[in-house]
């Protein structure tokens, strides 16, 4: 059994225990209370222990927890006035992730993992745009087209709108105006770098999962200030993630302690006008991946901005400060204070408001897993350092990481974009129902005929061609299909 581990102090040690660290937390409290630092501490815990960590980094202060700290008083005074005589300044193993590319290891997905629900909310659709995006991602699974980037998209969008009439009788109407906006989200989502967003090498999550030659778990930081310009982009990017960990680990049972512990900084982004569906699905996800091996840990402002049927899931709780300045902060104070189990010397909701940088209402879940009683304690201070390192720091370690130059390299394979925009040199001559004045004839005038056969294994021949880095596939067997996201399979996809 794996020891607890000390990330508060009262009159006694607080402590969070492993094996109850995969019921996932949530760290709420107002900008400047100490969440930042809170964050730190326990991602240095968990890897001293030898768990992963991922979190993204939103205004560039966590890349410090890769450099041994000292030289801070405020660190000092916090030891001194704690008594931690155990107390020793650390470095820790750090990946550097960048969705652009820049302050870390490029992190991509492809248009076809992304899936139709998860890349409508992206582009901010509305439910008839959405359906025809689903619609455009159904035809391009039945012909085998990958959607891998960006011009894939496009050129699929554009394909199947210049040829409506065909798909019809089939799939059902075709929306030009609908085919127009998602267009327009797209031009919108590639001036705010998506490009960079979509592509090969996927990420593989294997590469979040490494522990360093001492057995500390890796951390990951994923540079998030140019990310957080589109909001709905880094929500997005982020269940991704948390959909591919759940859908590619295999069951664990109850473990000594997680696979993984992910921090998903700024929440309210990921619920911020999300339809109920998807507030159920991620409901679903967040339940169903403890059994995974992983901890999920929200971080917010206030409990308010995570729905109550996620926050039932959050059994480990730190609250920093709340501050009151009109009834509706009232209200919300009275709120988080009542989602902490109870503790008779303690006024919660005064003391909300009155706790220090650096101080919080901790409870956490007992070896049964019920939540202990709530206590005000100090959070011990981090081991590393506070703040940013510097640029020249970074790019050392980013060169010396053990994937280093890997996602670096841009794979640009043939898929939908060189299907439907390059005739193939032999091809045959169109049938008299395929159209032949538009300027995208060629290989998909045979496919999309009227007198095309209809494919009997529409997902094997990509599996067998392309492999699981474009596809994402899961299992080896005949008829097995790709994943579309496990947001869009438990709404109505197909495995």
């Known amino acids: 059994m794996t020891n607890p581990i000390h990330i508060a102090q009262a009159e006694h040690a607080i402590d969070l225990l492993p094996q109850m660290a995969n019921r996932h937390g949530l760290i709420t409290g107002a900008t400047g209370t100490g969440k930042t630092v ?17 979190m993204s980094d939103i205004k ?4 410090g927890i890769s450099v041994a700290g000292g030289g801070n008083s405020k660190v000092a005074a916090r030891v001194e006035q704690l008594k931690l005589t155990d107390f020793a300044y650390s470095a820790y193993p750090v990946t550097f992730w960048d969705a652009f590319g820049k302050q870390g290891h490029p992190m991509r997905a492809t248009i076809s993992d992304m899936g139709a629900l998860l890349l409508g909310r992206m582009l901010n659709l509305n439910e008839t745009q959405a359906g025809v995006l689903n619609l455009v991602f159904k035809i391009a699974d039945d012909h085998d087209l990958l ?44 001036t705010q770098g998506g490009e960079h967003i979509f592509g090969e090498p996927m990420l593989n999550i294997d590469d979040l999962m490494q522990t360093d030659a001492q057995g500390h778990g890796m951390i990951n930081i994923l540079a998030a200030d140019d990310l957080m310009q589109a909001p709905k982009t880094y929500g997005t990017l982020l269940l991704w993630l948390l959909s591919e960990l759940y859908e590619n ?25 999300a339809p109920t569906a998807l507030v159920d699905k991620i409901e679903q996800v967040v339940r169903l991946i403890r059994s995974k091996g992983v901890g999920v840990y929200f971080v917010t402002q206030n409990p308010a901005d995570v729905p109550d049927k996620v926050l039932s899931q959050l059994g480990n709780r730190v609250q920093h400060a709340l501050r009151a300045f009109s009834p509706r902060d009232q209200k919300a104070v009275n709120a988080a204070a009542e989602t902490m189990r109870d503790n008779p010397e303690l006024d ?9 940088v650096g101080e919080a209402l901790v409870s956490c879940l007992d070896e049964k897993g019920r939540p202990s009683i709530v206590e005000r304690a100090l959070i011990l201070p981090p081991t590393a350092q506070i703040g940013p390192i510097t640029a020249e720091q970074r790019a050392t370690i980013i060169q010396n ?13 043939e898929s939908a ?53 474009a596809a994402r596939a899961i299992g080896s067997e005949v008829g097995r299909t790709l994943i579309r996201g496990i947001l869009g399979s438990l709404l109505g996809g197909k495995k």
């Not at 409506?164 to 929306?175: A, L």
């Not at 680990?249 to 006008?273: I, M, S």
């Not at 919660?348 to 220090?356: P, Y």
């Not at 280093?404 to 394979?413: F, K, L, P, T, W």
């Open 60 to 63: 560039g202060d966590l890349s």
């Open 147 to 190: 959607l891998i980037d960006l011009k894939d998209l496009r050129a699929m969008l554009q394909y199947v709108g210049d040829n409506s009439k065909n798909f019809t009788t089939e799939y059902g109407n075709v929306s030009t105006a609908s085919i127009g906006a998602i267009q327009r989200g797209l031009l919108s989502l590639e």
């Open 38 to 54: 809170t964050l730190q501490v326990l991602a240095e815990q968990f890897s001293r222990i030898g768990v992963p960590v991922f």
């Open 348 to 356: 919660e909701a005064a003391a909300i408001t009155e706790l220090g």
């Open 401 to 413: 990481s053990l994937i280093a130059g890997h996602y670096e390299q841009v794979i640009d394979r």
């Open 417 to 469: 974009f060189e299907k439907i925009k390059q005739p193939q040199a032999n091809a045959a001559e169109p049938t008299p129902t395929t159209p032949t004045t538009t300027e995208n004839d060629g290989w998909l005038d045979g496919i999309f005929s009227d007198n095309a056969p209809t494919p009997t294994r529409r997902r094997e021949n990509m599996l067998e061609s392309f492999g699981k880095s």
């Open 249 to 273: 680990l295999p069951e664990a049972g109850d473990l000594d302690k997680p696979k993984l512990v992910f921090f998903f900084d700024e929440a309210h982004l990921l619920f911020n006008d």
